[in-house]
């Protein structure tokens, strides 16, 4: 998915040799000017943790045994009434971990959104611990602003954007967590009726 | 038996890695970056989680036995005890209320429940007429209600936590990082730009600010309203009606600290222009982006440096 990337105002990067306007340890901020030129991320994704790394988080020390399965018809019929939830795939991605409890790697899939998470279960079946390890975002092409397009006439096309590259800081929110709470719920029912010894 | 080495984690060295994670917690995706050598910055980035999972347990309106659950459901009647981060919470968002004139006011839960944003057994037999000022905080971190009112401390909580999670990665030795709480984000040492999305247009980011050292909040509607009896509604209420703010706009505060910031976007959202007293006491600045896409900045385009 091409996106064209517009000049941004030239703000100083992190760790810079220029000059931070700072006076000691006092909050600073500047406004960049009101012609500062939007940035446009039809997509948009960022990548936190690997499956290893969220292993790690999870369950420090631990070792971990691969023990994938592919739910059969009743399994997932039995996870979908359990949890209320749509079971999309019948692969699990699970591994056992040494001493007890489980690690999955799953995805929820939003309207604009897709996100790779993992979930910890302690030896009893609980939550141990949840971490995203990627999250993308996608807006496609849809118009919702007709004079939108205008801003684009005349101007260059710069390198393409860098996805997670340049654009660090966003604020607005962007998702509810309601996708993954569902993602976790099944995933419990999950453990119940094909993981559980 | 030697011990492999731990799988993800790189052997120990100085050179810096950004270590970004995201976590769900408080009804949002939460996410921390931070930029230190890859084992520290592991260590800091759990526990600054662990700070907001804290204040998530706390404050939650929606869980009967939290202390906001207990507040709403005992408050009228006698003192409860509550966690100092909680008390310290509604200290500040007295303080807000105040200044503001009851612009910002923690007892929206009634309103939120009808609209659906809370269960509908929040703030059942509540009183419409009595606001923020029935809210009585008492020594040893009990609090009382004057009146039978119900809060909700979603217009506040989530900018304390990204405080809390601030000084936690500080306190770790991490002095370059952003917390990011579904848009209520503070920075470390910077500068960083800032964006905040086009309320018309998700995808357009507009950039917006460098900061340092400095939160950012950004009030929104474009993801959190939703359809009830016909209405277009969004849940920053205009305390003492059953209104909510105009849709489409999207009101960003700089501040010093994340609670400010958080608590001061409703009272820009309420106030608008007539926010900038306000603003100016808690050293803070603001900017608007109405639905037709103008953009309006409130307050100093600087903080005020020390003389």
Redesign the interface.
């Known amino acids: 998915m091409g996106a064209r990337r517009l000049t941004v105002p030239a703000a100083r990067p992190v760790g810079s040799s220029l000059e931070c306007k700072r006076v000691d340890s006092r909050p600073y901020w500047h406004f960049l000017p009101a012609a500062a030129v939007a940035v446009f991320a039809p997509a948009y994704a960022t990548v936190y943790l690997t499956t290893e790394q969220a292993q790690a988080a999870i369950f420090p020390g631990a070792r971990f045994t691969p023990a994938f399965v592919t739910l059969t018809d009743q399994q997932r019929r039995a996870i979908e009434s359990r949890s209320d939830v749509n079971v999309r795939s019948r692969e699990v991605k699970a591994w056992r971990v040494d001493g007890g409890g489980w690690f999955i790697v799953d995805e929820v899939l939003g309207k604009h959104e897709f996100i790779s998470y993992a979930v910890g279960l302690s030896a009893d079946g609980r939550v141990a611990g949840i971490e995203i390890l990627d999250y993308r975002e996608s807006y496609g092409y849809e118009i919702r602003d007709a004079g939108w397009r205008k801003q684009f006439t005349g101007k260059s096309v710069a390198d393409p954007l860098k996805l997670d590259g340049d654009i660090r800081n966003i604020g607005g929110a962007t998702l509810s967590c309601r996708h993954i709470a569902d993602g976790v719920r099944r995933l419990l029912a999950t453990y119940e009726t094909a993981l559980k010894q | 038996m030697l011990?492999?080495p731990?799988?993800?984690?790189a052997p120990t060295r100085s050179h810096s890695s950004r270590v970004?994670?995201?976590?769900?917690?408080l009804?949002?995706?939460v996410?921390i970056?931070a930029?230190t050598d890859r084992s520290s910055a592991?260590r800091a980035t759990?526990a600054a989680f662990e700070a907001i999972a804290s204040v998530h347990r706390l404050m939650s309106a929606h869980e009967p036995d939290s202390d906001v659950g207990r507040l709403n459901r005992c408050a009228h009647g006698q003192p409860v005890r509550v966690d100092a981060q909680t008390w310290q919470v509604l200290e500040v968002a007295r303080r807000i209320s105040a200044a503001s004139r009851g612009a910002f006011d923690v007892c929206v839960a009634p309103v939120l429940a009808r609209w659906g944003y809370l269960p509908d057994w929040v703030g059942r037999g509540c009183d419409a007429t009595a606001g923020w000022e029935a809210i009585e905080l008492l020594p040893d971190c009990h609090v009382r209600f004057r009146a039978p009112v119900a809060i909700d401390l979603g217009g506040i909580a989530k900018g304390y936590a990204v405080d809390r999670a601030s000084a936690v990665l500080r306190a770790h030795g991490v002095a370059?990082f952003?917390v990011?709480a579904?848009?209520?984000?503070r920075?470390g040492d910077?500068?960083?730009?800032?964006?905040?999305?086009?309320?018309?247009?998700?995808?357009?980011?507009?950039?917006?600010?460098?900061?340092?050292?400095?939160?950012?909040?950004?009030s929104?509607a474009?993801?959190?309203a939703q359809t009830w009896h016909g209405r277009l509604v969004h849940p920053i209420v205009v305390p003492g009606s059953r209104r909510c703010t105009p849709v489409g706009a999207?009101v960003?505060v700089?501040?010093?600290e994340c609670i400010v910031a958080d608590a001061l976007t409703k009272v820009v959202a309420v106030l608008d222009g007539a926010s900038e007293g306000v603003l100016a006491r808690f050293?803070a600045?603001a900017?608007v982006i109405a639905p037709t896409?103008d953009?309006r900045?409130i307050g100093a385009?600087?903080?005020p440096?020390?003389a």
């Open positions: 011990r492999e731990l799988a993800g984690l970004r994670r995201a976590r769900p917690l009804g949002t995706l996410e970056l930029v592991i759990t370059r952003t990011n579904g848009g209520d984000l920075i910077g500068p960083e730009t800032v964006h905040v999305r086009d309320p018309a247009c998700p995808r357009r980011l507009l950039p917006l600010a460098a900061v340092s050292d400095a939160a950012v909040a950004t929104g474009y993801f959190a999207s960003t700089l501040a010093p050293g600045a900017c896409g953009v900045r385009l600087t903080p440096v020390a």
